[in-house]
């Protein structure tokens, strides 16, 4: 097909296309965690004793009993086989961000030529995947690629429906032969329990007697475009990048804001309806569904779930809202800036921590002896933010949400928490030392152990904010859409736990000599506020005040790149957090370091060759028609005594060989290999080459609004984000 017959045909199939009949909805409590092998199910099919052992596992992080895996497995196999599985796969989270799986089949053949189905506990309990071509960041060499994948038992397992089977699936870690973690999830589950024991300790100091283990909480938003298919298969930048790296600006963007929570089109109503059945088998609790900001953006949010499910459940939301798109006909995207010039997508992580006896510790209450309580875990976030303020950055840098953060639309890349004014009042007078009542609602200090009582909305939503308190949890904002939740869920979680354990031992300190603990409380939480005040901040996050005030005069460090991140994670700040905590051992930080830095490069290289390709093959060859055509004509006019204006002619012939020249130049960028260190590298990458992509794509832009529509080869912007 040449110039927009591909477009044209587009638009055919997809105003011509049938409308997927509705399906009778299924009730609820059918659907309900009917593929899962939940804490019910496992009632009904195990021995009580079993049961029992495994339900402490689970519920508070007992060490696993090994000797009740047999009946375990073969209880979980027979479930597995009555849902008409076959194998079963261990489920992994590599450094990629992905999830993957090994499977294998229940059969065991006997010898005799006969096979009965099988499943041991050794092989519920242990996997060996060949790990080799995960990366490792160095921890392993590939004659020595050993990996092992340990059965998770915290987060319950299930059955995978797709086209080709259902396969029984095993949440797992994922752990090199030397047992370091080669995988999201280990960290993770180290960093959960490195938070219980903290904010136990603290619980304890602060007069609690009766302490349930403490998890952490997550519930992420998740925001993501859908774009036709026909459209999607006539852009390779869509297919392969996820995102348009070429596209003029529409028309109309979204200056109206009239898709936000409008009327969703009936044909994702039907795709979202889809979506949440296959969740709700999943025992995935998916509640808010709407439009976005953008035309054709769409959310969608569970119910927040302790972190290491929440986490996994995120995973299968993902994989599901990919799958599911391509059988209603669209491509589900969930980069971080599909569309350059209209609002980008973010997965807002809200996250708190808290226990069945003591609740929701991020929770201002309404009794004035818990807001002590209350305020103390308060200031450990304060100081966890403005010490590991770069942490919290590097654990969201990729090359795709670059494109979002600091973009006027999505936070900046200046990590600063956001409390509300009241509760940002009080911190205020903490700071002051002269702590004297809450400005609000007229609600007056009683005395100095007995701090005033919060309003449960402490404060307005800050949408400019990376890091803000919600009234009872902690929104980070800047997570990107394509992101694991893992990542931040790790730094959450174990920067609570140092500002907790270094809380506890200032509390300790201050009451060895029996002083009273509401006056120690509050010292503490000043000289967090005089070391770490810096961090607080309510106004405007997008204004160049705020830039220049953060980094000026608060010293906040401004990160604008991945590039410029990453490296942080090799600063002795976040070793020392990392080491100290046990959560990641300075040789499993350091990989984490290379993996992500390399798939940085690589990203960024592969976008770079398609944009020099793109430009080639595509937009120079109709900038050429174009201008053939044009001289024709000219030429023509001429015969008849026509003069005509060369001047648009000229201008495409201009842009044509910009075009030509930058991809050109691009490619030549991209040969470049010899550098000094890795840093060098993605600093090469972020300027060098994304100025390059820049300079072709403005072209490339440009020529779209000069060329003539029918020769125009890619699916346009108003098409792909209006056309459904
Ligand atoms: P929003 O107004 O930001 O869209 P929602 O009420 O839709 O807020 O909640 C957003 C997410 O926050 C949901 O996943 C919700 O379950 C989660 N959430 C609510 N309370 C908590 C909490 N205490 N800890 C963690 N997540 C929570
Ligand atoms: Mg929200």
Aim: charged letters at 20%; a negative charge; glycine letters at 8%.
């Amino acid at each position: 097909m040449t110039g927009n017959e591909s477009r044209a045909q587009a638009i055919y199939e997809i105003t011509n296309r049938e409308p997927i009949a509705p399906k009778a909805p299924e009730k609820l409590e059918d659907l309900w965690a009917s593929n899962v092998f939940d804490l019910s199910k496992m009632k009904a099919s195990l021995p009580k004793d079993v049961f029992k052992s495994l339900k402490k596992t689970i519920q508070t992080g007992e060490k696993l009993d090994p000797s009740i895996a047999n009946t375990v497995a073969s209880a979980m196999r027979d479930w597995a086989i009555s849902k008409g599985a076959m194998y079963y796969a261990h489920v992994f989270y590599p450094l990629t961000g992905a999830t993957a799986e090994k499977h294998d089949g229940f059969i065991e053949p006997q010898g005799n030529g006969e096979v009965i189905s099988e499943f041991a506990g050794k092989l519920l309990i242990q996997g060996e995947p060949d790990g080799s071509s995960f990366p490792n960041g160095g921890i392993r060499d590939t004659f020595e690629a050993r990996g092992y994948t340990g059965w998770d038992v915290t987060s319950p397992a299930y059955i995978l429906e797709t086209e080709q089977g259902a396969t029984l699936c095993i949440p797992t870690v994922f752990i090199s032969w030397t047992g370091e973690a080669l995988d999201k999830k280990t960290p993770l589950l180290r960093s959960i329990s490195v938070v219980d024991k903290a904010a136990n300790r603290l619980l304890s100091i602060l007069g609690n007697k009766d302490i349930a283990p403490v998890s952490s909480s997550c519930g992420a938003e998740q925001e993501y475009f859908l774009v036709d298919a026909n459209f999607a298969n006539a852009r390779p930048d869509l297919l392969l990048a996820g995102r348009t790296l070429f596209g003029k600006a529409p028309a109309k963007g979204q200056q109206f804001d009239d898709h936000y929570f409008g009327a969703i089109p009936a044909r994702v109503q039907a795709f979202m309806h889809d979506v949440e059945e296959k969740l709700y088998k999943l025992g995935i609790p998916a509640k808010t569904r709407h439009n976005e900001v953008a035309p054709g953006q769409f959310e969608i949010a569970p119910v927040y779930e302790s972190a290491n499910v929440a986490s996994d459940h995120q995973q299968m939301i993902m994989t599901t809202l990919r799958d599911t798109a391509k059988s209603h006909g669209f491509i589900c995207l969930l980069h971080e800036k599909p569309f350059a010039g209209i609002n980008g997508s973010g997965k807002h992580v809200n996250w708190s921590i808290g226990n069945s006896t003591q609740g929701n510790l991020l929770d201002p209450g309404d009794t004035p002896e818990n807001n002590m309580q209350f305020l103390a875990f308060c200031g450990a976030v304060i100081r966890g933010v403005h010490k590991y303020g770069p942490l919290m950055r590097a654990v969201i840098a990729n090359a795709s949400n670059d494109h979002r953060l600091g973009a006027n639309e999505a936070p900046p890349a200046i990590m600063s928490v956001y409390l509300g004014s009241q509760l940002e009042d009080i911190f205020m007078q903490i700071k002051d030392g002269k702590l004297e009542g809450s400005s609000h609602k007229g609600q007056m200090l009683l005395g100095v152990d007995t701090l005033p009582p919060l309003t449960k909305d402490a404060g307005d939503r800050n949408r400019t904010s990376p890091f803000a308190f919600t009234g009872n949890r902690f929104e980070f904002r800047a997570v990107g859409s394509s992101q694991s939740v893992s990542g931040p869920l790790i730094a959450l979680n174990t920067m609570m736990a140092d500002s907790l354990s270094w809380i506890a031992d200032q509390l300790e300190g201050k009451l060895s000599g029996g002083g009273d603990l509401g006056g120690a409380v509050q010292a503490v939480l000043k000289d967090i506020m005089d070391q770490h005040g810096a961090a607080v901040f309510g106004g405007n996050g997008y204004s160049d005040e705020w830039h220049k005030e953060a980094v000026d005069q608060r010293g906040l460090l401004n990160i604008p790149t991945t590039a410029d991140a990453l490296p942080y994670l090799k600063s002795d700040n976040i070793k020392q957090l990392f080491e100290s905590t046990g959560v990641l051992s300075n040789t499993e930080l350091e990989s984490r370091f290379e993996v992500y830095a390399e798939q940085y490069v690589l990203s960024i290289e592969v976008e770079a060759q398609l944009v020099a390709d793109m430009a080639k093959t595509l937009i120079y060859p109709a900038a050429m028609r174009h201008l053939s055509e044009s001289a024709g004509a000219i030429a023509n006019l001429k015969d008849i005594g026509i003069e005509i204006d060369k001047a648009p002619v000229e201008k495409v012939a201009g842009l044509a060989k910009t075009l030509l020249d930058g991809a050109n130049k691009l490619q030549a960028a991209c040969e470049k290999h010899d550098f000094g260190s890795t840093e060098e590298h993605m600093q090469f990458c972020a300027g060098n080459i994304r100025d390059l992509m820049n300079e072709v794509r403005t072209a490339a832009d440009t020529l779209e609004g000069e060329i003539a529509d029918d020769l125009w080869p890619l699916p346009t912007y108003e098409e792909m984000l209006f056309i459904k």
